[in-house]
C-alpha cells in the first residue's frame, strides 16, 4: 500500500505505548484500523475487542464496513493504518494461510464447500489424513462425526452423504465444524443465517452459542437484530467505516441498535 | 443409481443385436468387440481427466494418431529402436504435448475447449506431414510383434482362467477387508447382501467371458485366450481408480470440478493440477494410440480419423461422466467404450450402413448430455 503520502500510517506503528490499551485477555483487539479503496474510506479508525468464549454481533447498515473489516481479520486484505493484537500481542496478517494458523477461521456467505464431495471430504478439504499416502478415511469419517456431535449438529443422517444434498442450515454447520475441527480460536461468519428459513436459523444460531460455550470467540456479521439479541454477548455497531458503538448486548435495546445503524448516535441519553 | 441404468441399457443392446443377428454373441465377435472397444476405452478414460476438472481436450484423437505414429515408426527397421523406447518416447511426447495445452490454458486463461480445438489443427497437420515423408510417403507400417501383439496377441486358456479368477479374488478381498475395518472402527457399514450381489455379478460376467474367450475363434488355426489388451485395460483401470478414490491427488481433482474457488481457498493449487489434467489426458490418449495403430496394422495419411476425439468425449459421457466437471469414474469410460463398441459392432452385423453408425452414435451421444444436464439441474434444484 502507497498510503504514506497521506502521513497516516506514518504514526500507526510508531505508537509503542498503545500496547499499553490492550487488554492481554482479548482474543482479537483493533486498534484505529483504517483502509482505504482509493479515495474511498471504508474503515475509519477502528477499535474493537473480541472476546474468547463469547459471541460479538457486528451490525451496521449495507456498506458499513463490517465485511471489509472480518476481511482484514481474516488476511484478505492488510489494513491501510491500525494495529491488530492477538491474544494481547502485536500481529500482522498478510494472508489467509496466516490467518488459519492463528486460529482465526472465516466462514463466508459462500461456504466454499464442493458440492459434489461428501461431508468428510468437505471437513478435510486440503488437510485429509493419510497412511501411506492413501486417504485415511476411517480416521476422517470418526472425526468428522464427533466433531458434528460435539457441536450438536444431529440434523445430519450420515457423514458420508453427498454436501448437495443438504440444507442451508446444514451446509453452514460443515462449513463451522470445519473451521472448529482445525483448532479454530476465532470463529468469524459473515450473514450466517441471511439465505435461511426459520428452523434453519435457529439451527445455526443454536451452533453458534455451542462454539462460545465451547470457549471458541465468535464474530458474527448480521443484519437480523432478532438473531443478533437472541445470541450475542457483545455488540458492535458500524456506521459508514467507523464502529461508532460496542460493548455487552446489556447495555443495547432493541431500538437504540437500530438508531445506531441508522443515524450514527444515539439521541436518548444513556 | 449411477451407472445401474447405463448397465442396464447394454443389456438391452446386447440382447437386441443378439436377436437380430445370430453371431453377435458369437466367440470370434465378442473378442473383436473388446479390442474395438478398448480403443474407446483409453480414449474415455484420457477425457475423463478432463471432464472432472471441468475441463476438455478436443485434440485426444490427434494426440493418439501421434502415438501410434511415433511407435509405429521408430520400431521400424530403419530405426530399430527396441519396443519399449518407441512406445516410451510416444507416452512422454502426448504427455508433454497435453501439459503444453495445459499451460497455455492456465497461464494465459483461456478455455480449454478453444486451446485443445487449435492444437487438434495443429497436431492434425503436424502428423499428415510426418506420414506423407517417412518411409517415402508410405506412411508408418508396424513391423514390431510387440506393437500387434497389443491387440491381436492372447493369454493362454490358462492364464486366462488365472487371471479371471485373481481379478475376482482381488476384488472380494478389497471388499470384505474394507467392511471388516470399518466394522472395526465401529462405522456404519452397507448391508453385507450388497457385495455379494457385487461378487456375484461379476463372477458370472468374468466367468462368461474366460469361457468365451477360451473357445476356440479361429478357422483354419487355433485361436483361443484372452485379449493381451483386456488385462492392459484393467492395469490401467485399477491403478487410475485407486489414485481417483483413495490418494489426495484424486480428491482434489474432484474438488477442482466441484467448486474451484473452494478448492482454492482450501491451499489447493488449482492451476497446477489443472496441468496434470492435461498431461494424464495426453499419456492416456498415448496409451489409446498404441492399440489403435496396432489394430490398423499401421498408420498412414489415409488412415487418420478426425470422428476419434468424438469417441472419447462419447465414451466418458454415455458411462456417466459430467461434462460440468466434478462427477465421474474410471469405470464409465469402460462402459461408456463397450456401449460404443457393441453399437458400431452390432450396426454393421444388421447391415446398417456406416453412414447410420455415426448419425446412431451421434443420437446416442445427445441422449447422454441430456441426461447429464437434466441430472445436474436436478441436483441445482435440491439446494
Ligand atoms: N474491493 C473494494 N474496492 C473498492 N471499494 C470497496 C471494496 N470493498 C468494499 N468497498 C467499499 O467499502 C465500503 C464498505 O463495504 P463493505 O465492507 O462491503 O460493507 P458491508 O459489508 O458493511 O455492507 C463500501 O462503500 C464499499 O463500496
Ligand atoms: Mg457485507
Known sequence: MSESATGEPVNAGAVADSDMGVDPSMLLSLRGVTKHFGAVQALRQVDLDVPAGQVTALVGDNGAGKSTLIKAVAGIWEPSSGTMYWQGKKIDIHTPKEAALLGIATVYQDLALCDNLDIVANMYLGFESTKKHVLDEITMEKRTQQTLKDLSVTTVHSVRQLVASLSGGQRQSVAVARAVMRDAKLVIMDEPTAALGVSQTAQVLALIKTLASRGIGVLVISHNLNDVFEVADRVAVMYLGTLVSSGPVANYTMSSTVELITTGVVSRAA | ?383
Open chain 2, 1 to 383: 443409481m449411477g451407472i445401474v441404468p447405463v448397465l442396464i441399457a447394454l443389456v438391452v443392446l446386447i440382447i437386441y443385436f443378439e436377436v437380430r443377428s445370430s453371431v453377435f454373441l458369437k466367440p470370434d465377435n465378442i473378442t473383436n468387440l473388446f479390442v474395438q472397444a478398448i480403443i474407446f476405452i483409453f480414449l474415455g478414460m484420457a477425457e475423463v481427466w478432463l471432464l472432472l476438472l471441468g475441463e476438455i481436450d478436443l485434440s485426444l484423437g490427434w494426440m493418439a494418431g501421434l502415438s501410434g505414429s511415433i511407435a509405429a515408426i521408430y520400431t521400424n527397421i530403419q530405426f530399430g529402436w527396441p519396443w519399449w523406447l518407441a512406445f516410451l518416447a510416444a507416452l512422454v511426447v502426448c504427455t508433454a504435448i497435453g501439459g503444453l495445452w495445459g499451460l497455455i490454458v492456465v497461464k494465459l486463461n483461456l478455455p480449454s475447449f478453444i486451446v485443445t480445438l487449435a492444437g487438434s489443427f495443429i497436431l492434425e497437420g503436424v502428423l499428415l506431414y510426418i506420414l506423407d515423408r517417412v518411409f517415402e510417403g508410405g506412411g508408418a507400417p508396424i513391423q514390431s510383434s510387440e506393437l500387434t501383439n497389443l491387440t491381436v496377441g492372447n493369454l493362454t486358456p490358462t492364464w486366462t482362467w488365472i487371471f479371471v479368477i485373481a481379478v475376482i479374488a482381488v476384488s472380494a478381498a478389497v471388499m470384505i477387508f474394507r467392511e471388516r475395518s470399518r466394522r472395526a472402527a465401529g462405522l456404519e457399514v452397507p448391508p453385507f447382501y450388497r457385495i455379494v450381489v457385487k461378487l456375484v455379478a461379476l463372477t458370472a460376467v468374468s466367468v462368461a467371458l474366460a469361457w468365451l474367450f477360451n473357445t476356440n475363434r479361429g478357422a483354419f488355426i487355433k485361436i483361443e485366450g484372452m485379449p493381451f489388451a483386456v488385462p492392459m485395460v484393467f492395469g490401467v483401470l485399477g491403478i487410475y481408480s485407486f489414485i481417483l478414490a483413495r490418494t489426495k491427488f484424486g480428491r482434489y481433482m474432484y474438488a477442482i470440478g466441484g467448486n474451484r474457488e473452494a478448492a482454492r481457498r482450501a491451499g489447493i493449487p488449482v492451476n497446477r493440477y489443472r496441468v496434470y489434467a492435461f498431461m494424464l489426458g495426453g499419456f492416456t490418449a498415448g496409451i489409446a494410440g498404441l492399440f489403435y495403430v496396432s489394430r490398423l496394422g499401421g498408420y498412414s495419411s489415409s488412415s487418420t480419423d478426425p470422428s476419434l476425439v468424438l469417441y472419447a468425449v462419447a465414451a466418458a459421457v454415455i458411462g456417466g461422466t459430467s461434462l460440468y466437471g466434478g462427477r465421474g469414474k474410471m469405470t464409465y469410460p469402460v462402459v461408456g467404450g463397450i456401449i460404443l463398441a457393441v453399437i458400431n459392432n452390432g450396426l454393421v452385423l444388421i447391415q446398417i450402413t456406416s453412414t447410420m453408425v455415426y448419425v446412431i452414435t451421434g443420437v446416442v451421444l445427445l441422449g447422454a448430455i441430456t441426461v447429464d444436464s437434466l441430472a445436474r439441474k436436478s441436483q441445482t434444484l435440491l439446494k
